[in-house]
């Protein structure tokens, strides 16, 4: 029986061979068998594709890789999964395939995208942007820092509706719409100036997670000497956003808890036996504020100085219960458990972790909390039965300034694990093994879960260890923070380049390398550029769970995802003028504008709804008017309305900015503004 493509691929060097020339060279070859093994290379390929990997120096393993990820000219579906990447401080999110690592899309969230029209005079996208704005300083946040994309869940696993991301420098978050994979709503939670711990969604995304990470001035028009009264004067906090039925985020039935000023880090949210709960790090529980000029300890020295930092352990859903029984207190619009009744009921517990931790990820079956600290070589798992067995019997070491217990270091210990220099995120695969980032070491380490995965001395060790190029921060397998990852792969994402791509000039690509997963050892596929920003966290999902839109039925508004009350038929096209408002109702479709003259006064108030009567897949059309800084998309059946003052006078040629048919060029208008 021939091997599948797959079962070949499995076999290594040899079967990837196998595969090029029983399904490509074999055919074309002339002679015999004698004649095709004698003109096969180390390779064990033959004939022509000798040659090209010859020329291109390919060795026998790159031609396995190449095999392990190419994918074929016209194969719409050659990539099995989607990374959703956070792309930094570029403030969007990259999509893109796996295992080929193409680029498919750049989402404009929190940073304008002309493109897409995002963020450029357009009604469905320019609100998103200006409604997620609160910037004392000049008015509208044009930028934002992504780090953590989180997808919608339905018993913990990944449901393919919704994909929510953090804006770490603004404390804001954004939710998109995997129907059409565009930004719909960017929300400044109240509290958080910035945000870091999550975003992480509950196992069937009752809530939406984000919390600080710089702490709070609680009271922002004290800033006098607040640095000096830090424990008193600062506050974190961890959201708890409830979301409705179309994803959005629904702010009356939504909580904070405040907690110490610890600068919150990275966390995760409970899953099967310890769903209800969340897990967030923190470092600086010292609450260095700094002050290197005056003569204190940078706060780096200051926030490194103790043993131990805090892993805050969160009942969310008793800390529901409070806020239904009223026990909050309202802080900016926000109903918040206070700390002290957060301390008191039993929602809030510390657990002891090696100093200045970064990530905390929950293993699959939600029995394993692992923790890894940077500066410390050991990845800490925390077993969740241990955890609750240490709080029901009320086994305290104490309790933080705050009234805070302190959970004992042993008692929710399970183990460690020596995984090596600068441990940051774990990831998890099907078969009990987490994968490790070691930023300092530049590699990713893979050891073993305890039970019910490995028992004894299998349990807790090291396995296997591959480097990465380098410094690697997060790390993603497929699938590897839900309650059934799918293995294959791992994506290490690392932080410096620095010789592995052509120089183009100072500032440097980050390098997202692909690593293979399916072998005994660990196995670099290979590497691919991120010119646009730096990403941090991404998550991968299985291509198939999400249902994306080919066109809108016509006339779509993306922001509501309903008919737009002011769509219009071809033939319906009309303008109507109100004293100095003038309202257009246009068609857009290959290949003109109805109306294209449009003649308005300096002065008036010009509203367009543009609508997209077209159908077909791909018939985007895009409206720009020069000068006016007003840039559309018109992606096929969806309607967008500008609304804009026409302070200049003059003539202004719009035009279609999609080469959208042969008579593209000749898709364009007129507004003349007169005088
Ligand atoms: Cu480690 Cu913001 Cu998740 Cu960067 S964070 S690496
Ligand atoms: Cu429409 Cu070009």
Redesign the pocket.
Known sequence: MPLTRRELIQNGAVGAAALAVGGVIGKNLPGGKEEEAASQGATGLAGQAQKVADARKLSPDDVTRAVKTFVAPGNQHGDEFFLFSSGGHSGQVFVIGVPSLRLLKIIGVFTPEPWQGHGYGSDSSSPVIKAGTSNPASGMLTWGDT??PAFSETKGEYDGRYCYIND?ANGRIAMIDLRDFKTKQILDVPNLQSS?GGVFVTQDTEYVHISTKTPTLVDMSKADGALDRFPDAFRGYSTFLAVDKKGRFDMARSFQVELPPYTQD?SDSGKLVSHGWVFLNSYNSEMAAGGNMEGKPAIETGASKGDYDFMHVINWKKAVELVAAGKTMTINGMRVVTLETAAAEGVLYLAPEPRSP??VDVSPNGAYLVVAGKLDPHVTVYGWDKVQKAIAAKDFSGKDRYGVPILKFDSVVSGQVEVGGGP??TQFDENGYGYTSL?VESAVAKWSLGEPYFKGDKALKLVDKVSVQYNI??LVAMEGDTVKPQGKYLVA?N?WSIDRFPTVGTLKPQNFQLVDLTGEKMNILSDTPIGMGEP??VQAIRADRIKAWEVYPVGTNPLTMEKDPNAIELGKERVERKGTTVEVWASVKRSNFKPDNLVVKKGDRVIMHLTNTETTPDATHGFAIPRYNINCSLDPGEVTTVDFIASEAGAFAFYCTEFCSALHLEMQGWLMVTS
């Open positions: 780090h953590h770490r870091h990275l970064h990530g940051l995120h930023f921060g997060h994402l932080k941090h966290y």
